[in-house]
Structure formats: C-alpha cells, structure tokens
C-alpha cells in the first residue's frame, strides 16, 4: 500500500537514538537534505518527542523505527499519532515492530502478535499508509506489505533489500537501515561495528536473517566475522560508503536510514561529509 507524502521523505535520512538530537543538529540535517529522522531505541507510546523534532525543523520527517509492540500500548500510540497528525499534517510515519523476544518475558508468535497489534491500530484510526512494519522474515515482509505502507528492515545487506522487493510487490515502501562508520581503517571499522552489533548476535531473529542470506554459524558468532560486519556496517572513503548505500536503492528501497557509529560529535561532520556523495547538495 503506497501513500503520495512517502515521496517527500527523501531518498535517504538519518536513524539515530530518540531524544539524541539538538535543535541545532536537527536543523543542519534538515538543510543537508536527510529528509527523515528514524527514532531508534524502542521510544514510549507517548511520542512527544517527535513534537519538538517537528517544531524544530520546517519539512523533516520523522519515522519511529520502533516502537516496540510489547512495551507500547496501541491505544496510546494511536492517540500520540493523531495530535501529531492534526498539528503536523504527514510527517509522522508510524514503525512498529517486535522487538528482540530474548528480552520480553511475554513474548510470543511476533506474527500473530503483530498482527494483533494492527488490528488495534485500525481499530483507533491510524491509516494503513501511515505506517511501517520492522520486518525481516519473509512472512512479517508480507504482512507489512498487506497491512501498512511497508517495511523497515534493520540490519541488512543489499541482498536482503532485493528479497524483500521481490516478496512485498513494486509499491511498497522499503527503509532498510544502514550503518557507516567514516573511516579508512578497516580494523577500527570492524571494531566499532563489532561494539554496535554486539547486543544483535545474541537475537535470534537477527542471526536467524543472516543465515537466510548465506552466512554461517562462525560468521553470527560473537564478535562476528569480518565478512558479517563488512555487509553490515559500510565504511572507507565518503565514496565508497555512499555507493554501499545506494546498493539498497539499486536493490529496491525507497529510502535508506543511515546510522553513523562514530559518536554524537561527529554525527553533523559525517553527515556533512556523506551528503555530496550521496546526492544530496
């Protein structure tokens, strides 16, 4: 299911912690040309914070990548999407998801819970085209595809992008998030890579997805194998990591989050540095 305002997300925005940003970053990553926030961190059912991103900046989108089906009610989060909906026509894309199960006691089929979960949101009014699926398996990718405007893939290869299009038809919505680390040195890449994905070899719907896409039990085993970390994580020259990312479009997608790992001071640097490489000015 397609929504006309997808395209005014851009080509490519930024997937960062919820809360993590200033104003005055906000406002350089809008003028760069990022076209959306995606909130990570599994934020509350109360999306205020999505408000002062909005009231920050004039046209930037936000997108939650995700809120997280155990810990954040639907009620509530229908009720924060409709005041920011009302006061902010179309710039909030819903993304929901599952989570990791190692960490929710209550955890149970995410399809089924999933589906539950949309059937709640339709229930309180949020449109389907205003919203998005974490989805990796090709049965969630479907759902997505059936029940809202598409899919937010996390921690992906270009390979992955490319299923997922061929599985969820020409018109879905497609955000596969990217990490980018912007250094030459392939040993403090790895590194950094390894420290961020370190909390994800441990998820079973993670590894289960790698194995899906080839790699093997020695490359999902802690700290991960340099082949794993390389398709997961892009770096090298501005260049190099943009034609990584625009595998993802080349693949399907029709925006790419990307997640820069070198620490908060040098989130506007990075972005900076990527933006003519990635045709954004």
């Known amino acids: 299911m397609t929504n006309p305002t997808m395209g005014t997300f851009g080509v490519f925005g930024l997937f960062e912690q ?9 406002r350089d990553i809008e003028a760069l040309g990022y076209g959306a926030i995606w909130g990570g961190g ?9 408000e002062s991103v909005l009231e920050a900046t004039n046209n930037l989108k936000v997108a939650t990548g995700i809120v997280n089906i155990w810990s954040a009610s639907a009620g509530p989060v229908s ?27 209550e955890y149970k089929k995410p399809y089924a819970a999933l589906t539950e979960y949309l059937d709640k949101l339709d229930e309180y009014g949020v449109p389907q085209d205003r919203r998005v699926v974490a989805a990796l398996g090709p049965q969630v990718l479907k759902l997505a595809a059936r029940r809202s405007a598409g899919a937010h893939p996390y921690l992906t290869t270009p390979e992955h992008t ?24 392939a040993v403090e890449a ?14 079973t719907n993670y590894v289960n997805n790698w194995k ?3 790699f093997n039990d020695s490359d999902v085993a802690a700290p991960g194998s340099g082949a794993l970390i390389d398709a997961l994580v892009a ?47």
Not at 18 to 26: D, R
Not at 44 to 50: F, N, S, Y
Not at 79 to 94: M, N, T, V, Y
Not at 235 to 259: C, F, M, N, W
């Open 212 to 214: 899906r896409l080839g």
């Open 190 to 203: 790895r590194a950094i890579g390894r420290e961020a994905l370190a909390v994800y070899l441990k998820g």
């Open 235 to 281: 770096y090298g020259s501005t260049d190099t990591i943009a034609r990584r990312l625009k595998e993802h479009l080349a693949a399907g997608a029709t925006h790419v989050p990307v997640q820069v790992l070198t620490g908060p001071g040098q989130l506007i640097p990075s972005l900076t540095k990527l933006a003519g490489p990635l045709g954004l000015n």
């Open 162 to 185: 490319a299923r997922a299009r061929a599985l969820v038809g020409p018109d879905a919505f497609i955000a596969p998030g990217h990490k980018v680390v912007l250094t030459m040195d």
């Open 79 to 105: 009720e924060s999407f409709h005041r920011i909906e009302a006061a902010h026509p179309g710039r909030l894309l819903l993304g929901i998801g599952a989570g990791h199960p190692e960490l929710i006691a």
């Open 18 to 26: 919820w809360k993590q940003l200033t104003t005055a970053q906000l």
């Open 42 to 50: 599994s934020p509350p059912a109360e999306l205020d914070w999505v």
